[in-house]
């Protein structure tokens, strides 16, 4: 499966953007997808995942309460809205898939099989 990230954007503190994951090749169907972030000079984070069957969704701790991961079945894409946005969440934010993550390993990048190019996120201050 193919995945496109887009949506990132320059957003000043407080402000919101609304990323976008496309999958083309296959469906999301049973996958797990992930949206996960980089910092400069830092190591690749878990932000949010979500269940495709089911719809279980899953947070780290940091943006809790201020994102929120969904899916469209009709678009085939997934969604992180970011509201309430800080400096702190400046980064290359990505989208990865993968159709066997067990829930003990949903928020370990190397566990993702297929991933999507990088969309950037500036928040100013």
């Known amino acids: 499966v193919q995945l496109q990230a887009f949506g990132g954007g320059l957003v000043q503190a407080g402000g919101s953007l609304r990323l976008s994951c496309a999958a083309s090749?296959?469906?999301?169907?049973?996958?797990?997808v992930g949206w996960f972030r980089q910092a400069p000079g830092k190591e690749r984070e878990f932000v949010a995942a979500?269940?495709?069957?089911?719809?279980?969704?899953y947070y780290a701790d940091s943006v809790k309460g201020r994102f929120t991961i969904s899916g469209d079945n009709a678009k085939n894409a997934v969604y992180l809205q970011m509201n309430y946005l800080t400096p702190e969440d400046t980064a290359v934010y990505y989208c990865?898939?993968?159709?066997?993550?067990?829930?003990?390993?949903?928020?370990?990048?190397?566990?993702?099989?297929?991933w999507g190019q990088g969309t950037l996120v500036t928040v100013s201050s």
């Open positions: 990865a898939a993968d159709p066997s993550i067990i829930l003990s390993s949903i928020r370990v990048a190397q566990q993702y099989s297929y």
């Open positions: 090749g296959r469906t999301f169907g049973r996958q797990t």
């Open positions: 979500l269940r495709w069957s089911g719809r279980s969704t």
